[in-house]
């Protein structure tokens, strides 16, 4: 088994549970590999260890080809780590050092066992549909894809913007609005969310679309089989808007056209018996445990 550990900045206060994750791999005899900025950065906040393998990109993490990709942080940490991860489909395990946590929920405290149970083999491997973004032009260099949802909203406080929106080539929907969003299932927890959208599991096979701040009180987030072809068109008073990939960003001006299809390639996560679907709406959304449930 070869392992590589992800992160983004490391903080003082995750030093134990950094320190706990790495003694954990050495002592189970697991070779693994640091990304390099992390490993800067986990020296920087006194821990001293050096891994003899450390990964800068994309062709470095193919060549050293692991069985695991450890992710130390938060649901965002896990959305940068798929620039790195790219087709390779390596299965993610989250740990999560951050807040809610949806897709990095493997908890800090029980680290070895997570590893101990991988180890072992009890684990299952879940699939996530991502999208894929194609433009008239290049906007996100080599890697135009998205694990939660792409968005386009306008760009300062001026006044709402006008999207087009067809689906398969037909006008689903001209919206008036401050932004749209294209949901997986894996992005309906995250922003899709807060503007009413529904949640799915993550298995369904749909995208949903979904309005922000739209004007007209009809538009409600409609949910769509992942097989089609949504293109995006955007007309307003400004000179430019917003694009969103996750958690990258760029320009765009009415003269692009935005093409989302399902990508060719999906996201791997592990998923132990406590931490399923089910699962998370219990421990992250409260679900089940209404009072009036004792």
Known sequence: ?????????????????????????????????????????????????????????????KAFNPSVFISLGGDGTILNAMTLIKDLEIPVLGVNLGRLGYLANAEKLKIENS??????????????????????RELFEDYAFALNDLTVLKRDNASMILIHCSVNGELLNSYWADGIIVSTPTGSTSYSLSVG????????????????????????????????????????????????????????????????????HKARFIVFEDNTFIQTLHKKLNWGSDKRNV
């Not at 995750?14 to 050495?26: A, F, K, S």
């Not at 101990?116 to 433009?135: C, F, H, P």
């Not at 995006?232 to 008073?237: M, N, S």
Request: aromatic share 6%; glycine share 4%.
């Open 197 to 264: 959208g529904p949640i799915m599991a993550p298995n369904s096979n749909n995208f949903v679309i979904s309005a922000v701040a739209p004007h007209n009180l009809t538009v409600r987030p409609i949910v769509l089989p992942d097989d089609v072809e949504i293109e995006i068109k955007v007309e307003g008073r400004s000179e430019n808007y917003l694009v969103t990939l996750d958690s990258r960003n760029t320009i765009i001006t009415e003269e692009d056209t935005l093409v989302i299809r399902k990508a060719k």
């Open 115 to 136: 590893i101990d149970q991988i180890i072992k083999g009890n684990y299952a491997v879940e699939s996530r549909t991502m999208i894929a973004l194609e433009a008239n």
């Open 1 to 61: 088994m070869k392992a590589i550990l992800f992160g983004q900045v490391a903080k003082s206060s995750d030093r134990p549970h950094i320190e706990r994750v790495i003694n954990c791999l050495v002592s189970r005899g697991i070779v693994f590999a640091l990304y390099s900025d992390y490993q800067k950065s986990i020296n920087e906040i006194g821990i001293d260890f050096k891994s003899n393998i450390c990964i800068d990109n994309y062709e470095q993490l």
